[in-house]
């Protein structure tokens, strides 16, 4: 054997009591597990003595951000330092491909704020396969820190068929946009996402929702949305995907599944009860969440539907004209955007947690109303600023989150793990460097939320099932070696909404592909991750 892993705690994923053996990894792979008693002591070409340490399948982050980061950064301890293994991204209707070389630079525009702008990045892909060519071949063929699945976003397919016209799209447009979704499955995603409060995807009624679901379905496939509201609307919204992914055939997992805002404080039994009664009808449902109250966005991302109609440079415009500033201002305090899910935006909930500006970083840190009493103006007049002079890339921390909530959320037995990670801003959230831990040193360990074993099944073979992935996702014989060895007893976020770029503690080693990119808490110089491909193949 290439490693023997001896007298490791082994938390294997499907949520069994732990237990204390030796693993012999050979070739990447978990090759034989020998628990206490059961014989002579594995041998192999190196020995690491895991001392009780438990021993874990790698981390799946279901809902990442890390579509450019991966690209650019070979080091990645944002994520690597965590345990995690496995990235999924394309998330929230927005990445960059399939596209052309409009929706390129516009779709660059308008999440400039998630991913930068990529003025650093050589985008020479186009369609869902280049990508993920291009993430096999980085860093001179090297490859990626972490492994990664992608999502097909279908907010730039609707951008690539339609544009950025609120408006039904014509037949025409809608099998343009089942031929791009089913190649782009055909050539690896895992699924679909959605971004239904954010422009040019939530303009999609559900009957062009639905098609597009019933060619994820047949290719294998799940539908992953970030709905329409999580606020005033919220229950009505999730009520939409099952119910749309239903009539479709389609798998669901929920992004972010949340109930934000004063509406909704105490209401996580609501939502439970709507997904229990689905599953006991056979709905295929699982979700995601992250383990902490403020959500992270973009500040542009708060306006109605209607004033990002068009795309960034439509925005620009309309905040520029006096008049139809205002309008904005009343529809966010006064009505309550669709942008702000439906309720009137608070501004001393929206805190600015980065921007593309170095002239406007004095902002990072305070919210839009402690910067507009600081300036002697009204808050929308320092927002209205922000959004120009930023040129729509300011993004925010929005404290509008319920502990309960989230607690009761992370219960359930369809629930995995995902950061929602933004790598960008001067003070981005701390979920980006600190889920996993998180998860594991303060809901499991401090707070006894979910045993050590739930915890890591939530983590780990939860969501392997959802990416129907045959080898990863357990401490399993035949299994892929991608594998996080942490102490329980130490475990923790080291990243705080104060430093939230601080890495964690009490997790020495992960291992992908039987490669240390994490050895005696450092990061190696190891790119052992790979474009993880869905089969896409039609299902019978």
């Not at 050589?122 to 860093?139: E, K, P, S």
């Not at 929920?254 to 934000?260: F, V």
Request: some cysteine.
């Amino acid at each position: 054997m290439d490693l023997v892993i001896r007298d490791a705690r082994v938390v294997d994923g499907t949520g069994a009591p732990s237990y204390r053996a030796d693993a012999g990894i050979t070739d990447g792979r978990i090759t034989e597990i020998r628990g206490e008693g059961e014989g002579p002591r594995l041998t192999a070409a190196r020995t690491l003595d895991a001392d009780g340490l438990a021993l874990a399948p790698g981390f799946i982050d279901m809902h990442a951000h890390s579509d450019l980061a991966l690209l650019r950064d070979p080091d990645h301890s944002a994520k690597a330092a965590q345990g995690v293994t496995l990235e999924v991204l394309g998330q929230d209707g927005l990445s960059y491909a399939p596209a052309d070389d409009r929706t390129l630079a516009e779709v660059r525009r308008s999440i400039s704020g998630w991913n930068g702008d990529g003025g650093d990045i050589d985008f020479d892909w186009r369609t869902v396969g280049g990508y993920l060519d291009r993430l096999d071949r980085n860093f001179g063929g090297q490859g990626i820190a972490v492994n990664a699945a992608y999502l097909i976003p279908q907010g730039t397919v609707r951008m690539l068929a339609v544009g950025w016209d609120d408006r039904p799209a014509t037949d025409a447009e809608l099998e343009r946009m089942k031929e791009l979704v089913a190649q782009g499955m055909t050539e690896g995603a895992v699924g679909m996402s959605s971004g239904l409060t954010y422009t040019p995807g939530m303009y999609a009624k559900d009957a062009e929702l639905t098609e597009l679901c019933r060619v994820v379905a047949a290719h294998g496939g799940y539908y992953c949305p970030h709905h329409r509201s999580y606020g005033a609307g919220a229950l009505q919204a999730y009520e939409e995907m099952v119910r749309l992914t239903r009539d479709a055939g389609c798998a669901l997992h929920l992004a972010h599944a949340t109930m934000n805002f004063g509406v909704n404080e105490g209401r996580a039994p609501d939502l439970l009860a709507l997904l229990d009664a689905a599953l006991a009808e056979g709905a295929d449902i699982s979700l995601d969440t992250y383990p902490y109250t403020p959500g992270c966005t973009t500040l542009v991302a708060m306006l109605p539907s209607w004033a990002s109609e068009g795309g960034p440079e439509s925005v620009l415009t309309r905040l520029a004209d006096g008049a139809t500033a205002e309008r904005i201002r009343h529809h966010m305090e006064v009505l309550g955007s669709d942008g702000c899910h439906g309720v009137p935006i608070e501004w001393d909930t929206i805190e600015i947690s980065g921007v593309g500006s170095p002239a406007l970083s004095s902002y990072v840190g305070r919210t839009v109303a402690e910067s507009a009493r600081l300036r002697g103006e009204e808050p929308w007049v320092t927002a209205r600023r922000l959004l120009v002079e930023d040129r729509l890339g300011t993004t925010i921390l929005q404290h509008v989150g319920h502990e309960e909530n989230v607690r009761q959320i992370m219960r359930h037995r369809v629930h995995t793990g995902g950061s929602d990670g933004i790598l960008q801003g001067d003070k981005p959230h701390p979920r980006a460097y600190g889920t996993f831990p998180q998860y594991l040193g303060r809901y499991a360990r401090e707070l006894g939320i979910l045993s050590l074993e739930e915890c890591v099944a939530h983590l780990t073979s939860r969501p392997a099932a959802r990416l129907r992935l045959p080898d990863r996702g357990l401490v399993r014989e035949g299994y892929r070696a991608d594998l996080v060895l942490f102490d329980p007893d130490t475990v923790a976020a080291g990243s705080t909404f104060e430093e939230p770029r601080t890495l964690p503690v009490g997790i020495p080693h992960v291992l992908i592909d039987g490669r240390f990119v994490i050895e005696d808490g450092k990061r190696t110089s190891v790119l052992a991750g790979r474009a993880v491909r869905g089969t896409g193949r039609p299902q019978g």
